[in-house]
């Protein structure tokens, strides 16, 4: 029809009698004709595939077949309807680029929604609070930090949201942890209509390099010192 022609570029009179290979990579025919003959022989099949356009062009498109028979029952047509899911192909594509980026950074990455509750948590992330990423989802900050920690985070939280801006800050842990020094940035993420979606944070482990820093400092002050006593 003429939405075929459009979208394939072929005209109907080109494309009469001629084998759907027309409408294929050469890649792909081989694959594409068992499915064909499995069809014309009685097997319902739909699903996505690589296509080419008469310039030559890639297309993805999305084909539902439906086996028509005569009246003895026979198949006798093979009924197609196409989509071009091509566009739609390459957002799905980035999605999964953008959420395999996130979910390997080496950096730890958090999303929380308006009650305070992860709604995201990356492998590093996960990792620095000692659990699995599916086990962080769902809890808050009083359910991974001490209540000193979680009531700073939250507090935090609200001035971001607040600000509605990027902040950023550096901490060091407590406890155990307390020579652990951390960056982190906070972001709010909001709905197009302004409600807040959630927050998002970017965390960093910066202690070696504050370490360094701190041996630095440590190191010239002790200069510092010796001139002073020469002096």
């Known amino acids: ?23 294929l990579p050469k890649e792909a025919q081989p694959h594409t004709a068992k499915i064909f003959l499995g069809i014309a022989s009685g097997a319902d099949h739909s699903g996505r595939h690589p296509n080419v356009r008469k310039d030559g062009r890639a297309i993805t498109c999305q084909w539902y077949n439906a086996v028509l028979r005569d009246e003895r029952g026979v198949p006798d047509l093979v009924y197609c309807e196409v989509r071009d899911v091509t566009e739609e192909e390459a957002i799905k594509q980035r999605q999964r680029l953008m959420q395999a980026i996130a979910d390997r950074s080496p950096l730890g990455i958090f999303a929380k929604d308006e009650r305070g509750r992860y709604v995201y948590a990356n492998d590093e992330f996960a990792r620095s609070v000692g659990l699995e990423p599916d086990e962080v989802i769902g809890r808050d900050d009083y359910g991974l930090f001490n209540a000193e920690i979680a009531a700073d985070l939250v507090r935090h939280d609200a001035q971001v949201a607040a600000a509605n801006t990027t902040l950023q800050r550096e901490d060091n842990g407590v406890g155990p942890d307390r020579d652990r020094y951390y960056w982190s940035l906070k972001f709010p993420l909001r709905h197009p209509d302004g409600a807040l979606m959630a927050i998002c944070g970017i965390v960093n482990d910066i202690s070696t390099l504050k370490h360094s820093e701190l041996a630095r400092g440590a190191l010239q002050q002790q200069v510092i010192a010796s001139q002073q006593a020469l002096l």
């Open 1 to 23: 029809n003429r939405q075929a022609s459009a979208l394939y570029g072929w005209t109907e009179a080109e494309a009469l009698g001629r084998s759907i290979g027309l409408l």
